[in-house]
T-cell receptor, first 112, second 116 residues
Framework: KQEVTQIPAALSVPEGENLVLNCSFT??????LQWFRQDPGKGLTSLLL?????REQTSGRLNASLDKSSGRSTLYIAASQPGDSATYLC???????????FGKGTTLSVSS | GAGVSQSPSNKVTEKGKDVELRCDPI?????LYWYRQSLGQGLEFLIY????????KSGLPSDRFSAERTGGSVSTLTIQRTQQEDSAVYLC??????????????FGEGSRLTVL
């Protein structure tokens, strides 16, 4: 059964720092991996989608990498801002099932 | 509509009552998911609809939970005889593709259910 783990569970950094969020998954037979952002009391917003054949995706200050063979993904946030404060979730769509399987998220706090 | 729409945004009910939660996906999206997010927990998959195929109900926690998707568009999640442990945010998501590798998922704002 696919399991998705995110480390750390929470992270606090001062504004301007570069940071890395980690995601690991147990079964490498995936179609894709997505990173989402969730603000308090809100739904999820898709940030980046990486297909299994891809190694990374970039959007603005965000860069996500995927190493399928080792079951790892990282989300790199450059020059963090207070507006980046949110919970970041990763999810994999694996080939064994039909639903995205989510990690529990990393709650990021960026102080000004 | 422009995004996934869910209603009601908040629902408070008494234990034992039935509730219905509605999801209106993005027009043209063939795949629709329901997830549940409990306080401090991750997202728990409930049910998945793909086009006209039989839904994947493998995530429904009990037979008190059911869902329909009419005309390949709007979906309703029904919880019968609600219990306090049903209190959670129920999130709906849709995706353009109706096969494996469904691509980018778009979520609604969720329906927050509180069972007293």
């Amino acid at each position: 059964k696919q399991e998705v783990t995110q480390i750390p569970a929470a992270l606090s950094v001062p504004e301007g720092e570069n940071l890395v969020l980690n995601c690991s998954f147990t079964d490498s037979a995936i179609y894709n991996l997505q990173w989402f952002r969730q603000d308090p009391g809100k739904g999820l917003t898709s940030l980046l989608l990486i297909q299994s054949s891809q190694r990374e995706q970039t959007s603005g200050r965000l860069n996500a990498s995927l190493d399928k063979s080792s079951g790892r993904s990282t989300l790199y946030i450059a020059a963090s801002q207070p507006g980046d404060s949110a919970t970041y979730l990763c999810a994999v769509e694996d080939q064994a099932g039909t639903a995205l399987i989510f990690g529990k998220g990393t709650t990021l706090s960026v102080s000004s | 509509g422009a995004g996934v729409s869910q209603s009601p945004s908040n629902k408070v009910t008494e234990k034992g009552k039935d509730v219905e939660l509605r999801c209106d996906p993005i027009s043209g999206h063939t795949a629709l998911y329901w997830y549940r997010q409990s306080l401090g927990q991750g997202l728990e998959f409930l049910i998945y609809f793909q086009g006209n195929s039989a839904p994947d109900k493998s995530g429904l926690p009990s037979d008190r939970f059911s869902a329909e998707r009419t005309g390949g568009s709007v979906s309703t999640l029904t919880i019968q005889r609600t219990q306090q442990e049903d209190s959670a945010v129920y999130l709906c998501a849709s995706s353009l593709y109706g096969t494996s590798n469904t691509g980018e998922l778009f979520f609604g704002e969720g329906s927050r259910l509180t069972v007293l």
